[in-house]
């Protein structure tokens, strides 16, 4: 059949006129409160993140990550900690039925069965309905979720000495230790280096590197030691005076140039 000027038109009797098989319902053929995918629910998804992105980023900015100093496997006295994220199963793993001969079942089963949950979530709950009191059993577990995730991070960062912690994983200057010092000498006869190391740089006790603290100040914390904790007990240095002259010397000396 001819229309026009060189137009032809050509049917083909294997395409059904009406076949809408594969054609998606329309979205207010099903239940609920429903919209269009785009742009209104994707437009509100990407607004939300961006509010969360903003206020995570100004959270950074207010409180940043401490940094510490290199991990020296040597330091005894180091507790490793998770970033805040890992607290609460941190904490959970020190519970009698998470830890010891039941360690598998606190670092391997439960977080498996959550974190599969969370994955298989999507195929297990296969309902409609978008309302959360209408899905009492699934935001009864997410509550429950959310609850345990929070107070387990609490409760492990409530135990958990920050101002130490940050004081014993500072970075410190570098300096350059003399170790043919006499007050070296005495440093290390004294057994301080079991708890201060070889470099003054801390571990079980804080670092001695840049203390700012004067020569009779560092002579009475070793006489008489300083409360806190871990703290030093009185009586730990056991030399004599001219011994204890050039250990104070030696360590209020540190922190400097060329030292």
């Known amino acids: 059949m001819h229309r026009g000027k060189g137009m032809k038109f ?30 209104n629910f994707l437009l509100k998804e990407w607004l939300v993140g961006a509010v969360f992105l903003v206020g995570f980023l100004c959270l950074t900015i207010a409180a940043p990550a401490p940094l510490e100093k290199e991990a020296d496997p040597s330091t005894a006295g180091y507790i490793p900690l998770p970033d805040w994220y890992f607290l609460f199963l941190y904490q959970f793993l020190k519970y009698d039925f998470a830890s010891g001969n039941y360690v598998v079942f606190g670092t391997v089963i439960i977080p498996g069965l959550a974190f599969g949950a969370l994955l298989l979530a999507p195929f297990l709950d ?47 200057e570098e300096v350059e230790i003399d170790q043919e ?21 801390g571990g079980a006790g804080p670092a001695l590197v840049g203390t700012g603290l004067s020569v009779d100040e560092i002579k009475d914390i070793a006489v008489n030691g300083i409360e806190g904790d871990p703290g030093m007990p009185a009586g730990s240095f056991q030399g004599t005076d001219e011994e204890l002259q050039q250990l104070a010397e030696f360590i209020s000396g540190l922190g400097g140039e060329g030292h």
């Open 10 to 39: 050509v049917g083909d009797s294997r395409i059904r006129e009406n076949d809408d098989k594969f054609i998606p319902k329309d979205y207010s053929e099903y239940p609920g409160k429903t919209e269009p995918f785009w742009p």
């Open 181 to 201: 010092d006499p007050g070296y000498q005495v440093y290390s006869q004294q057994s301080c280096i079991n708890c201060h190391g070889g470099n003054l740089e």
């Open 126 to 172: 296969t309902g409609k309905e978008r309302r959360p009191f209408k899905r009492p059993i699934a935001t009864s577990l997410m509550l429950i979720g959310i609850a345990a995730t929070f107070w387990l991070t609490y409760e492990a960062a409530s135990h958990v000495n920050w101002e130490e912690r940050a004081e014993k994983g500072k970075i410190v």
